[in-house]
């Protein structure tokens, strides 16, 4: 979608007074009405859906996704009823923090009666996702709909069709309800923009719901959306799942359809940006998966591999084996993550699981690459976005672009260097992970768990995988616990951005804070890891906490 470059005659301050005024009229003609929020709220607001809805809309939204989709496709409940609950629940979602860009109850509602129709003459579904809301990341096109894509001077972006992956989902029966924040520039890992503000954590309000998917993240987390889109160049789906306690998968490129989404980074192409699910569940990330690559879209968008969705059955001839990534020899992560880590993997070893632990290799190196490439233009495009409409730089843009010694405008040579680079150190993490004879990573998603506002500042935990294009799959796995996870004192200070990390260390501000893992495959491995992973939380159980 083309950047909008004139300058904007009105004010980006009254531009962003629309925005929400927007927003809060969608919310408003909602029947009937959402509850108030009150306005003096706890840090952690999770509770407050359960003192404020109805009973009927808390036994629909609470329901378990495989029992809610069963539910819809035998007719034991309704498209309207479940859309009904789930448009009320958002709307609460959005007061408790700050996650929505639009409700769009009349858009669900009349989708809703639709399949309703078509059950009761059919007497039977339309398609694997009947009647199942869906909440979209806001720049996602749908058509007649703002695709701001985070920048007050896109306002006036106006989608002309619905985006692919929306037209495969819609034909799978989904209903889609709400679209949620994202930051200015997509590029945080914190959701905050001039437009809508800060959409905070609900676990902890003083905390991020991470970026850029976080207006997912933290609905997800709320539960006014049971499955939702996100998109990630590095980390924007699994910093949110991970900081929201809640599921999430970065699939390889090119197996999800890209068409008609609004993505304004120049040269995007230089690391690969997809699009994948947050979920309540794991099966609802599978579902999501299975459903868009069955309906083979390939056939309409000829960049994606036409490869089917494949049945993973883990090895019965030996041992699953697992690697561990216990640090990246640049940062430490914080305490709670090394706890959960320890968790999981002294789990595998009693179920005669193969742990491996896995040396990371170059890690620096991949920083240096991937920082180069994000912006070969230099931030030329995003800085004339910003500057078009007078809207402020947010801190963490300030951060990526201006203040990033990377970000140079390159030329075709210089171009042509950086992506050699990135195939060579590809073929060199290949032949590193064959080494392992792993079958799959267990990694740290951050450095951290959510951290502070303006301070997620270290990317290299999940971007080293867009780098290398390598499927993430991101689960909860328990919660801080300011009694048990404490500094050991053995830690070696490996430089002065794991000294910066360590600084951000807060027992007391992170107690109780959702604390998740990454499960990482190769390239086209995404079957494999969902596979693996629903094979361990059988055997093992997870998450080891209750978060719903």
């Known amino acids: 979608m083309p950047a909008a470059k004139r300058k904007s005659p009105k004010s980006w301050t009254e531009i962003a007074e629309k925005a929400q005024s927007h927003r809060d009229v969608t919310i408003a003609s909602l029947s009937p009405s959402a509850p108030k929020v009150p306005p003096d709220l706890p840090k952690n607001v999770l509770h407050i859906p359960e003192q404020l809805l109805d009973q009927s809309v808390l036994l629909i939204t609470n329901l378990p996704f495989e029992e809610l989709l069963l539910c819809l496709s035998t007719g034991q409940l309704s498209a309207v009823q479940v859309t009904t609950a789930y448009l009320q629940r958002a709307a609460v979602a959005q007061g408790l923090s700050n996650c929505l860009t639009e409700l769009l109850p009349s858009l669900a509602l009349d989708r809703a009666k639709q399949l309703d129709a078509y059950f009761q003459t059919h007497q039977r579904p339309i398609g694997p996702l009947h009647g199942l809301p869906i909440s979209l990341k806001e720049h996602l096109g749908l058509q007649g709909l703002r695709c701001t894509t985070g920048y007050v001077s896109h306002w006036d972006t106006i989608a002309k069709e619905d985006a692919h992956i929306i037209q495969v989902l819609r034909d799978a029966g989904a209903v889609f309800h709400c679209r949620t924040t994202i930051p200015q520039t997509m590029m945080h890992l914190e959701t905050d923009s001039n437009l809508y503000g800060v959409t905070t954590n609900p676990y902890n309000s003083n905390l991020t719901s991470g970026g850029s998917s976080g207006g997912e993240g933290a609905l997800v987390a709320l539960r006014g959306s049971c499955l939702g889109i996100g998109s990630d160049v590095g980390g924007s789906i699994r910093s949110p799942a991970a900081n929201c306690g809640v599921y999430g998968l970065k699939p390889t490129a090119f197996r999800l359809p890209t068409d008609g989404w609004g993505y304004m980074m120049a040269g995007a192409d230089t690391v690969e940006t997809v699009l994948g699910p947050l979920s309540t569940s794991l099966q609802g990330l599978k579902n999501f998966m299975k459903t868009i690559i069955d309906s083979e879209p390939w056939l309409a968008e000829p960049a994606l591999i036409p490869m089917p969705w494949r049945t993973y059955s883990v090895p019965t001839d030996r041992p699953l084996r697992i690697g561990v990534l216990w640090h990246d020899r640049i940062v430490w992560p914080h305490p709670p993550i090394t706890r959960a880590l320890k968790l999981v993997t002294d789990e595998l070893k009693e179920h005669n699981i193969e742990v491996v632990d896995f040396a990371p290799h170059l890690h620096d190196e991949a920083w240096a690459i991937l920082a180069s490439l994000y912006y070969p233009d230099g931030g030329e495009a995003d800085s004339e976005d910003i500057a078009s409409s007078g809207e402020p730089w947010r801190p963490l843009s300030k951060w990526i672009i201006k203040d990033n010694p990377c970000v140079k405008k390159l ?138």
Not at 413 to 437: F, I, P, S
Not at 460 to 467: G, R
Not at 507 to 517: Q, R, T, W
Request: proline residues 5%; contains cysteine.
């Open 411 to 548: 030329s075709v040579g210089e171009l042509a260097y950086w992506l050699e680079e990135r195939e060579a150190y590809r073929k060199e993490y290949a032949l590193h992970w064959k080494k392992h004879g792993i079958d799959a990573l267990l990694c740290p998603v951050g450095p951290g768990v959510a951290p502070k506002h303006n301070t997620a500042k270290y990317w290299s935990y999940t971007s080293q995988w867009n780098l290398l294009d390598y499927p993430g799959l991101v689960f909860p796995v328990c919660k801080v616990d300011m009694a048990k996870d404490k500094w050991t004192g053995d830690e070696q200070l490996l430089g002065e951005l794991d000294k910066e990390n360590r600084s951000l260390w807060d027992a007391e501000e992170f107690h109780d804070a959702p604390v998740g893992l990454q499960l990482v495959g190769r390239r086209f491995e995404d079957e494999k890891i969902v596979g693996i992973l629903e094979y361990l939380t059988d055997k093992i159980g997870l998450p080891q906490q209750v978060f719903f």
